[in-house]
């Protein structure tokens, strides 16, 4: 989907090798070391996973 809506141009150049490093396609994954927000999506419906992210900052007094 993000090579299909390469607005930049950032996938085309990678596919023909112009450029390195890329988030998704060859930069490795690296998990942070602490989330503020860890969320178990598999165990939760979309509705308590919205709820979690709204109540982080909530907790907070951002919003």
Known sequence: MCS???A???YARQA?????GLTGVD????PPVDPALVLAAQHQTP???AASVYAMPAE???V
């Open 4 to 6: 299909e809506r390469d």
């Open 8 to 10: 930049k141009g950032l």
């Open 16 to 20: 023909a090798g112009r450029l390195k």
């Open 27 to 30: 930069d490795p994954y690296e």
């Open 47 to 49: 509705e308590e996973s």
């Open 60 to 62: 907070r007094g951002l």
